[in-house]
């Protein structure tokens, strides 16, 4: 495919401006010419070149539009465009973040119903708005437990964090001044108990779970896990990235948690990847409601507020109040649903997972064969042993197949692992047709395995040396 500068010829244009009516003036008369710019190469195209050029660089872009996106642990779902003309709308859109309480009613009482919902889905005594993603809502309640603990006088100095945790989780604590423990999985996948006894101890502010984790699994000991935390006088910490896998059927808070992030762009249908945008509300027990973010919203008689009043607050962790628009969309979504179609959606979750790990468990490893949550890890581990035909290799032959490939080498307890996760929004033939695809691989591995090495084998490209492309790229078009 030739570059929009190739395409390019003296001379042409996708546009006529009309000629000026205002004198002409010199502009280095007005502006020092250091500042200034010339010979810029720029391309000169057709309208109709213009726009050929750029559908057809769409048309390269892979996407949940276009196909299935099985990446394990990021629930790359497709997103009803009913909640994306809801979000459209002007009255969202057009009002300025600044604006009078008195001018924002509507929006102030959306932001405010949707932090109720988010409590009653989550047993949480409050909720913010506010981060602007996953991580950052980590951040958010981490900043909030060494908030709770200051004020309590406590100098607690550790998190705990599973090795099947999501790797922002470590980060977090680190950037809140803690030091960050690993707590180690038993045979089931879940939480070390006895691994937990001996790290907890009254320097740990919290243990930070996700649940379920990163292998798929459910926390089976959670109670257990909740009291250990607790008796020592540490919080319990919930990553809500998963939350599609319990919605309707459990609630954190009734778990012991006592405080948890959610992903708004992946468990309530938003578009998710490149980078944003998302919102990662926090939700809190109430030991720490005093800590939240400010502003929060105060609904005084029939009328909505700002209010800045809470002394004991983090302060402010975003512009504005998040990414609005976001907001928006998870709440039309769960408006469109309602909690029964909340928990059905998580049934179809963990029902297509298990459907999946019983397909493909015959062709792979699969580390931990119990009842998986909304995702399955199998790992590659036999086909390395049998052709030395790795993870990433497997991933790359599911291109040809028309498959963005699900998450590899993740979690890393697993080696070789190959994390499916195909959420609720898939058709069996879907899944069946994807199977069938990983099957067919599975085949390949052992009887022609060049062919899975050479992947992938339809696209313009074939390897590409990823370490040097992430760490010497090289993005700049040479004029010849």
């Given at each position: 495919?030739e570059?929009?500068?190739?395409?390019?010829?003296?001379?042409?244009?996708?546009?006529?401006?009309?000629?000026?009516?205002?004198?002409?003036?010199?502009?280095?008369?007005?502006i020092?010419?250091k500042?200034?710019?010339?010979g810029?190469?720029?391309?000169?195209?057709a309208?109709?070149?213009l726009?050929?050029?750029?559908?057809?660089?769409s048309?390269?872009?892979?996407?949940?539009?276009?196909?299935?996106?099985?990446?394990?642990?990021?629930?790359?779902?497709?997103?009803?465009?009913?909640?994306?003309?809801?979000?459209?709308?002007?009255?969202?859109?057009?009002?300025?973040?600044?604006?009078?309480?008195?001018?924002?009613?509507g929006?102030?009482?959306?932001?405010?119903q949707?932090?109720?919902?988010?409590?009653?889905?989550?047993?949480?005594?409050?909720f913010?708005?506010q981060?602007a993603?996953?991580?950052?809502?980590?951040?958010?309640?981490?900043?909030?437990?060494?908030?709770?603990?200051?004020?309590?006088?406590?100098?607690?100095?550790?998190?705990?964090?599973?090795?099947?945790?999501?790797?922002?989780?470590?980060?977090?604590?680190?950037?809140?001044?803690?030091?960050?423990v690993t707590?180690?999985s038993?045979?089931?996948?879940?939480?070390?108990?006895?691994?937990?006894?001996s790290?907890m101890?009254?320097?740990v502010?919290?243990?930070?779970?996700?649940n379920?984790?990163?292998l798929?699994?459910?926390?089976?000991?959670?109670?257990?896990?909740?009291?250990?935390?607790h008796?020592?006088?540490?919080?319990?910490?919930?990553?809500?990235?998963?939350a599609?896998?319990?919605?309707?059927?459990?609630?954190?808070g009734?778990?012991?948690?006592?405080?948890i992030?959610?992903?708004?762009h992946?468990?309530?249908?938003?578009?998710?990847?490149?980078?944003g945008?998302?919102?990662?509300?926090?939700?809190?027990?109430?030991?720490?409601?005093?800590?939240?973010?400010?502003?929060?919203?105060?609904?005084?008689?029939?009328?909505?507020?700002?209010?800045?009043?809470?002394?004991?607050?983090?302060?402010?962790?975003?512009?504005?109040?998040?990414?609005?628009?976001?907001?928006?969309?998870?709440?039309?979504y769960?408006?469109?649903?309602?909690?029964?179609?909340?928990?059905?959606?998580?049934?179809?979750?963990?029902l297509?997972a298990?459907?999946?790990?019983?397909?493909?468990?015959?062709?792979?490893?699969?580390?931990?064969?119990?009842?998986?949550?909304?995702?399955?890890?199998?790992?590659g581990?036999?086909?390395?042993?049998?052709?030395?035909?790795?993870t990433t290799?497997?991933?790359?032959?599911?291109?040809?197949?028309?498959?963005?490939?699900?998450?590899?080498?993740?979690?890393?307890?697993?080696?070789?692992?190959?994390?499916?996760?195909?959420?609720?929004?898939?058709?069996?033939?879907?899944?069946?047709?994807?199977?069938?695809?990983?099957?067919?691989?599975?085949?390949?591995?052992?009887?022609?395995?060049?062919?899975?090495k050479?992947?992938?084998?339809?696209?313009?490209?074939n390897?590409?040396?990823?370490?040097l492309a992430?760490?010497?790229?090289?993005?700049?078009?040479?004029?010849?």
């Open positions: 495919m570059l929009i500068f190739e395409k390019s010829r003296p001379g042409r244009s996708a546009g006529s401006i009309p000629a000026s009516d205002v004198p002409a003036i010199n502009i280095e008369d007005v020092d010419r500042y200034l710019r010339s810029l190469d720029l391309p000169e195209v309208e109709v070149d726009i050929r050029h750029y559908t057809n660089l048309r390269r872009n892979f996407g949940v539009d276009l196909g299935f996106y099985p990446l394990g642990s990021c629930t790359m779902k497709y997103n009803p465009k009913v909640n994306e003309n809801a979000a459209a709308l002007p009255g969202f859109t057009g009002l300025h973040p600044y604006a009078d309480d008195e001018l924002a009613q929006n102030l009482q959306l932001m405010a949707m932090q109720q919902y988010l409590c009653s889905i989550f047993g949480m005594a409050e913010t708005l981060p993603a996953g991580a950052h809502g980590e951040l958010t309640g981490i900043m909030m437990i060494k908030k709770y603990f200051e004020k309590k006088g406590e100098k607690r100095h550790r998190i705990l964090i599973p090795d099947a945790a999501h790797g922002t989780n470590p980060a977090s604590g680190a950037l809140c001044g803690f030091e960050t707590l180690c038993n045979s089931e996948g879940g939480v070390d108990i006895d691994h937990l006894k790290l101890t009254e320097d502010a919290a243990l930070m779970l996700t379920p984790n990163t798929g699994l459910f926390e089976r000991n959670i109670e257990e896990v909740s009291h250990i935390v008796e020592k006088g540490g919080l319990l910490y919930a990553d809500g990235a998963n599609n896998a319990f919605l309707g059927i459990t609630r954190p009734d778990l012991g948690f006592d405080v992030q959610l992903n708004l992946k468990t309530f249908s938003t578009p998710h990847g490149g980078g945008p998302g919102s990662g509300p926090v939700g809190v027990g109430p030991a720490l409601v005093d800590y939240l973010p400010v502003p929060r919203i105060v609904k005084t008689d029939n009328s909505y507020r700002w209010s800045e009043n809470y002394p004991d607050s983090i302060g402010r962790v975003r512009a504005f109040y998040g990414n609005f628009n976001v907001v928006v969309k998870a709440y039309a769960i408006r469109s649903l309602g909690a029964q179609g909340l928990k059905r959606a998580t049934q179809m979750a963990v297509n298990n459907y999946i790990k019983e397909k493909l468990k015959p062709y792979f490893d699969l580390p931990y064969d119990r009842v998986c949550m909304h995702e399955c890890v199998f790992s581990s036999r086909q390395v042993a049998q052709s030395g035909v790795h290799d497997i991933a790359k032959r599911l291109i040809d197949f028309g498959y963005h490939p699900p998450t590899i080498y993740f979690p890393m307890i697993v080696p070789e692992a190959l994390m499916i996760e195909p959420t609720e929004t898939e058709s069996k033939e879907t899944l069946d047709a994807f199977c069938e695809a990983m099957i067919t691989i599975a085949h390949e591995a052992q009887e022609s395995p060049h062919r899975v050479d992947a992938p084998l339809s696209t313009e490209v390897r590409l040396d990823e370490v992430a760490r010497k790229p090289d993005v700049a078009w040479k004029k010849q």
